[in-house]
């Protein structure tokens, strides 16, 4: 049986997703996307990030949790992606009723998104810039072997 297309290459997969995502981030920002569109792709991007968390901590748990600790927002990111999917947060590790909300800058006449959570106000941007930088760096320095193509069915 062949693997399903989603997951082939198991974290490495996710990983590439991931990097589409922030591709896409990046031409919305610079074509001045619908607002609605660039949240769109906030969302697809933070849910891939906390996939690619779960896949290294089945694939390789050991690493999973030395990196881990250096990840600056794991929670925020674990919040944003499960009540994406999910609607509510039953168990939330930074703040279940986080806002994403637009922020006016009159000086520069432009809008941008921010989190509001647990009473800090973050740029979505930094926090989506920050998840990859780390992910980028640990999968440039940590996660160099490309995993093996993955039979279907398994982990």
Known sequence: MLPSIEKPFGWRSEFDRLERW????AVAK?????IQEEVDFYLSFFQSAYILQEWIKTQLP???SSLLPNLKYHGVIR????????????????DADFVICREYEPWDEVARLVLLSNGTKYALH???????RF?????????????????AGGR
Not at 22 to 25: L, V
């Open 22 to 25: 922030w591709q896409r981030i």
């Open 30 to 34: 610079r074509n001045e996307t619908d």
């Open 62 to 64: 050991k690493m999973h």
């Open 79 to 94: 919040d944003i992606a499960v009540r994406h999917r999910h609607l509510t947060i039953h168990r939330p590790s930074d």
């Open 126 to 132: 930094d926090v989506a810039s920050a998840t990859y």
């Open 135 to 151: 992910w980028r760096n640990a999968v440039d320095q940590v996660l160099t072997e490309r995993p093996r193509l993955i039979a």
